[in-house]
Every structure is written in C-alpha cells, then in structure tokens.
C-alpha cells in the first residue's frame, strides 16, 4: 500500500490579468524614470515662466531638448547599443548585472546636467539641487544594484516628486494640487512595478527611501554652502 505524498512546489508569483498587466506596462514607460528630469522642466516652465525672464523662449525651448537630450535620449540610446553588441541579454536591463554601466553611462550624464546648471543664473536655482540630487541617486543606486535590484523607476518618480515639493517650500507657493497629482504617480508608478512582478514590494520602497535621502543631500549642498 502507498501513500501519495504531495510535494510543495516553488511559489510563482501571482499572474495579473491581461489588461492590468498592459496598464501597468503603460505607467512604466510613460514614467520611466529617463523621461522625469524633461518632465521636470517642463513642469517649471509651466509654473514659474518668470524663472526664465532672462532668456528667449526659443532658448528656454532649446534648454528643454537639451535637458532631453542629455538626461533621456543618450543615456537610452547607450543602453540600446550596449543590446546590440549583446552586452546586455534585454534592453529593459532585468538582472542587476546589466543595469551596472547602464547606471555608470546615465551618472556621467546626470553629473554633466549639474555641472552645466551650476552657471546658469537664468533658470530656477531648483534645478541645481534636482540635478545633484538625480546625480547622488544613480550613485547610491550603483552601490545598492550591488546587493538587489533596487528599483530605478521608483528612485525616478520619488525624485520627481521631491522637486516639487521642494519648489513649494523655496518659492512660498502652495501647490497642494500638483503634489497630490505627483503623488498619485508615484502611487501607480510602484503598483505597477509590482503587479507587473520586475520588483519586491523592498525594492520599491528601497527605491524611494534613497531618491528621498538624496534629493534632501543636494538641497543641502545647493542651499546650505
């Protein structure tokens, strides 16, 4: 006589159903955190025009593509090439093995949008401590990828998310209606990492623990010296 023995399996994690899992993957692109440093900018030159009297608008034009430029399209297109010459197996960067010169290419780029934003007196001082900040995050990112695959996508819009609130408190202007909205970003940005299963509900939170700690770094460095 046998007794049937049941063997517990490895847990999956749960499958959502298709039309979540498209939405999901809608949030992730929408808010990548590439995009956030334009929307950024953009949202400044909505808010606070007379931040940037001292130039044309054709020129505050010219800034927000270079800000694209420099902080969205080369760090992408580096991480395009490096899928092409198969250093990397995906181009959305799934292990932490192929998000390291990922995270080195866009420091480099980030550090180079502080340290041009350094000179310019005709744009919001804000922008100096955003960029320090974004800059501190992918270090602390690199540092973290080491140990988990901390979340890039939370780290973007918890920095996005600090910036205007930061511009409330240095301008004395109350925004409780783009924070709210900010807010709620963030909100669907981190639900839809987890439901879409690419991070632990630690590697959000992670994620925006550390975007927060740096952003209260640059501010700081930026107002404090």
């Known amino acids: 006589m046998t007794t049937d023995i049941d063997i517990p399996q490895e847990q999956q994690p749960a499958t ?3 039309a979540l899992r498209v939405l999901a993957k809608l949030v992730s692109y929408i808010f990548h955190p590439l995009f956030i440093p334009t929307y950024i900018f953009i ?3 909505l808010r606070f025009p007379y931040e940037f009297a001292g130039i044309t608008e054709k020129m505050v034009k010219l800034r927000l593509l270079g800000a694209f430029w ?3 399209f080369f760090p992408a297109f580096a991480v395009f ?3 092409r010459l198969k250093f990397v197996e995906s181009i959305l960067l799934r292990t932490q093995k192929e998000r390291i010169v ?3 290419i866009t420091m480099f780029f980030y550090w180079w949008m502080w340290y041009l934003s350094r000179n310019f007196t005709d744009q919001p001082i804000i922008l100096k401590s955003f960029y320090l900040g974004i800059f501190f995050t992918t270090v602390l990112g690199l540092i973290g990828n080491v140990f988990f695959k901390i979340s890039m996508h ?6 996005g998310l600090c910036c205007v609130i930061a511009t409330c408190f ?4 109350h925004l409780g209606a783009d924070i709210a909205i900010v807010t709620l970003v963030a909100g669907l940005v981190g639900t839809s990492r987890l439901l879409l299963n690419d991070h632990s509900p630690a590697e959000v939170y992670a994620g925006i623990i550390v975007s927060i700690l740096c952003q ?7 107002f404090k010296f």
């Open 16 to 18: 959502q159903p298709a």
């Open 43 to 45: 949202w400044l030159m």
């Open 70 to 72: 420099t902080t969205a």
């Open 81 to 83: 090439l490096l899928w």
């Open 102 to 104: 990922p995270y080195i």
């Open 154 to 159: 939370a780290m973007g819009i918890a920095g």
């Open 170 to 173: 240095l301008y004395h202007v």
């Open 216 to 222: 209260l770094l640059a501010w700081y460095f930026v």
